[in-house]
């Protein structure tokens, strides 16, 4: 069974609205930190939102104000997360990858799960 589930991808046109979804397997370990990551063809993976549950929230610059996460309490028994996203551009064009892990104090990793991404594509 897959540690982290995604859904929601799709095609849809520029400015048009889109909402992914995190389903988190029973088998996975206690976390802190859950997101969603992206990797556009021929690009690095990057970061697109995150939330700790000590309440920090982190968005790439190029999402803010379009994208939204929900701030940590309001993610149901840490079983679920979403990502709605609006006024979609060509350039969010890319594969999707939930993201949990545990974070230590400093912030590093103890340990973290990836989702199978789910293909989001903005074209008219």
């Known amino acids: 069974q897959e540690p982290l589930v995604e859904s929601g991808g799709g095609l849809v046109q520029p400015g048009g609205s889109l909402t992914l979804s995190c389903a988190v397997a029973?088998?996975?370990?206690?976390?802190?930190?859950m997101g969603w990551y992206r990797q556009a063809p021929g690009k690095q993976r990057e970061l697109v939102a995150s939330v700790t549950r000590d309440g920090n929230s982190n968005y790439a610059d190029s999402v803010k104000g379009r994208f939204t996460i929900p701030t940590y309490n309001l993610i149901p028994r840490e079983r679920t997360v979403t990502l709605a996203m609006n006024n979609l551009r060509s350039e969010d064009t890319a594969v999707y990858y939930c993201?949990?892990?545990?974070?230590?104090?400093?912030?590093?990793?103890?340990?973290?799960?990836w989702g199978q991404g789910t293909l989001v594509t903005v074209s008219s």
């Open positions: 993201h949990a892990a545990w974070l230590e104090a400093d912030g590093s990793i103890r340990y973290e799960y």
């Open positions: 029973g088998g996975v370990f206690s976390i802190n930190a």
